[in-house]
Nanobody, 122 residues
Framework: QVQLVESGGGLVQPGGSLRLSCAAS????????MGWYRQAPGLQRELVAA???????NYGDSVKGRFTISRDNAKNTVYLQMNSLKPEDTAVYYC????????????????WGQGTQVTVSS
């Protein structure tokens, strides 16, 4: 019963900062990639940022230079530091863990968090 639990969402003014956290719980043998996706009303879910187990990162074009993703492998936790927030960043942010194995022999699968609301508004 792997679960991903996000925290840190909320209301912030334009230009402000917010830090999201996502912890994977349950017995986990390994995780390949972790990342953040977001979805605004009427829009497709899009990649915000992703990070491999080795620390390589990938960012969506709209957040590059403003957001920073990091992870703590020992804690199975991924973070998203969001700076210079814009109203366009308003969305539900979802944590993702990909290539999750619960044992050495298990098949990898993906897990999603429940989402956390981020609202950027005056």
């Amino acid at each position: 019963q792997v679960q991903l639990v996000e925290s840190g969402g909320g209301l912030v003014q334009p230009g402000g900062s917010l830090r999201l956290s996502c912890a994977a719980s349950g017995y986990i043998f390994s995780i390949n990639d972790m990342g953040w996706y977001r979805q605004a009303p009427g829009l497709q879910r899009e990649l915000v940022a992703a990070i491999t187990r080795g620390g390589s990162t990938n960012y969506g074009d709209s957040v590059k230079g403003r957001f920073t993703i990091s992870r703590d492998n020992a804690k199975n936790t991924v973070y998203l530091q969001m700076n210079s927030l814009k109203p366009e960043d308003t969305a539900v942010y979802y944590c993702n863990a990909e290539g999750v194995r619960v044992s050495r022999a298990s098949l990898p699968r993906a897990y999603w968090g429940q989402g956390t609301q981020v609202t950027v508004s005056s």
